[in-house]
C-alpha cells in the first residue's frame, strides 16, 4: 500500500515546482509538460530528481526519468516508487 494518494504526491510536487523552481501555481496541471509549458531544463530534471529522491527516499532510475514529459507522468513515477 502506497505511503502517499495520487493528490498528495501531485500536491508534494506542485509545492517543490512552485517554490524551489520559481513556477507559478496556476501552470501547475496534470498535463503540463514539463520543459514545454514549464520551461525546465536538463539541469532543472536532475535537481527536480534529487528533490523527489529525498521526498520518496528512493531513486528514480535515469531510464524512467527519460520518460517523463509532464507533471502527471512525474506523479506515476513517484508512485511507482512508493
Known amino acids: 500500500m502506497a505511503k502517499y494518494t495520487r493528490e498528495q504526491i501531485f500536491d508534494r510536487l ?26 525546465l531544463d536538463s539541469i532543472d530534471a536532475v535537481d527536480l530528481a534529487v528533490k523527489l529522491q529525498e521526498f520518496t527516499e528512493k531513486k528514480i532510475s535515469p531510464e524512467n526519468f527519460k520518460q517523463i514529459k509532464t507533471i502527471d507522468d512525474v506523479v506515476t513515477a513517484v508512485e511507482e516508487l512508493l
Open 14 to 39: 506542485k509545492s517543490i515546482l512552485a517554490d524551489d523552481f520559481e513556477i507559478e501555481p496556476e501552470k501547475l496541471v496534470p498535463e503540463a509538460n514539463l520543459f514545454e509549458d514549464l520551461e
